[in-house]
């Protein structure tokens, strides 16, 4: 029995108990696979509080997209959020208004689609090919740790200007940060482990910081210092700060990770990845764009309800925290035909993984073109690349979700 059927076998003995089938949702069982409960939510109670995460979930397109849209109503300013919780305030996911654009108005500059053009292949190249060397000699790897994780953390540490951290303490400091961003559970030993890795991330940074301050370059953190202020100065470190944390989890999890699930689609699916060796210049984009589509690496858009609001059949109450689910909504049967299966050859619309409205992925251009150059370059290194039997991959996580490990034999059976 598969993990859907078995769930849905389950809701008769929850509603025996009187219990509904959003109280009986575990923080564990949406690590373990969110899809299926997310299904069941769309078809019986598309907006609902569950307990275990705090949290109204909204799962159906057209809701999320509302939320994310409405922040007259839906306000990214939240007063329960994890991210501020362990990164500071404010930061570009929880604000609106005048600190939100002035905090765009330093972010964006890196990040628009030309610039992004101009220096991001050179960029991914670089860091992509010693790696895929080392592959090479191995013979055999395990694709999340030895290659998608590492090129995703270093190509944003050296666009931000953080050429002097290396790989594992970025690796380190992006698992620590996700402990504290996805704790809406608040668990004190997540959140002990997210402090500590918040404040030491805050004590490496601010060195560089200072010295841009005064000797401004072309990286992404001395534009977000400079750009858009008046002659002579800066934004402050301090305002700064809590936003770079989030960039940092952000832009090291979201290429890396998203290349990761997008890989295991395509070796899943044996004909589609001849399509993509076919065809590379037409096919590795259609693989990004629908494996970000069925598995979102990020899962959710957090607001906070401004006034009581009907919406999908329920009525949320003024000041409760909000879960607009991106992943939801791109596996919406309304939208999607078939929305499980992985189909490089779908054609009906945009996924939501980037989100919607003015809080849309600000590195959404420099994060897909990633993807496609490091899958890409993988393919074209190792084309008989396949998944090792017995070490099939395990995806985890909700809020952030990717393959655990990702084993790969180089040659054919």
Not at 112 to 122: C, I, L, M, N, Q
Not at 128 to 139: F, M, N, V
Not at 251 to 273: D, F, K, N, R
Not at 358 to 366: A, I, L, M, V
């Amino acid at each position: 029995m598969d993990r859907r059927a078995a769930l849905v076998a389950a809701l008769p003995r929850q509603q025996e108990s009187g219990m509904s089938f959003a109280e009986s949702i575990t923080v564990e069982a949406l690590e373990a696979d969110p899809y299926p409960i997310y299904a069941e939510l769309r078809r019986s109670a598309p907006v609902v509080f569950v307990p275990a995460v705090n949290l109204w979930f909204v799962t159906h397109w057209k809701d999320v997209e509302n939320v994310a849209k409405s922040p007259g109503i839906f306000s990214a300013v939240v007063g329960t959020s994890p991210v501020e919780r362990s990164f500071g305030r404010p930061t570009i996911l929880t604000t609106d208004g005048e600190v939100h654009k002035q905090l765009r108005l330093g972010v964006d500059p890196k990040y628009r689609p030309r610039t992004v053009a101009a220096y991001a292949g050179e960029l991914v190249r670089s860091i992509a090919e010693p790696y895929l060397d080392r592959i090479a000699e191995q013979g055999s790897a395990e694709l999340m740790a030895d290659y998608f994780e590492p090129v995703s953390t270093l190509a944003l540490a050296r666009l931000l200007g953080l050429a002097d951290v290396d790989m594992p303490t970025l690796r380190r400091w992006f698992y620590g940060l996700a402990q504290g961003a996805i704790n809406f559970e608040n668990d004190p030993k997540r959140q002990e482990i997210a402090d500590a890795i918040s404040a030491e991330v805050g004590a490496a940074v601010r060195p560089t910081l200072e010295r841009l301050t005064r000797e401004p370059d072309d990286s992404a953190l001395s534009h977000m210092l400079h750009d858009g202020m008046p002659e002579g100065s800066t934004r402050p470190i301090d305002f700064l700060m809590p936003t770079i944390k989030v960039i940092l989890l952000g832009g090291m999890q979201e290429p890396g990770h998203g290349a990761g699930s997008i890989l295991v689609g395509l070796l899943t699916h044996p004909e589609q990845l001849r399509r993509v060796l076919g065809d590379p210049e037409t096919f590795v984009p259609k693989a990004v764009d629908e494996g970000l589509r069925w598995v979102a690496p990020i899962g959710t858009q957090t607001r906070q309800t401004t006034r009581a609001v009907e919406i999908g059949g329920a009525t949320i109450p003024a000041g409760a925290p909000v879960a607009a689910l991106v992943s939801s909504a791109s596996r919406d049967e309304s939208r999607f035909s078939d929305p499980d299966r992985f189909d490089i050859g779908r054609d009906e619309g945009n996924h939501a993984a980037f989100g919607f409205g003015h809080h849309f992925c600000s590195g959404r251009f420099f994060a897909r073109e990633q993807m496609c150059l490091a899958v890409r370059l993988l393919l074209e290194r190792f084309p008989d690349l396949r998944l090792v039997p017995g070490k099939e991959p395990v995806f985890r996580g909700w809020e952030f979700r990717a393959p655990a490990t990702l084993h790969v034999a180089l040659g054919a059976d």
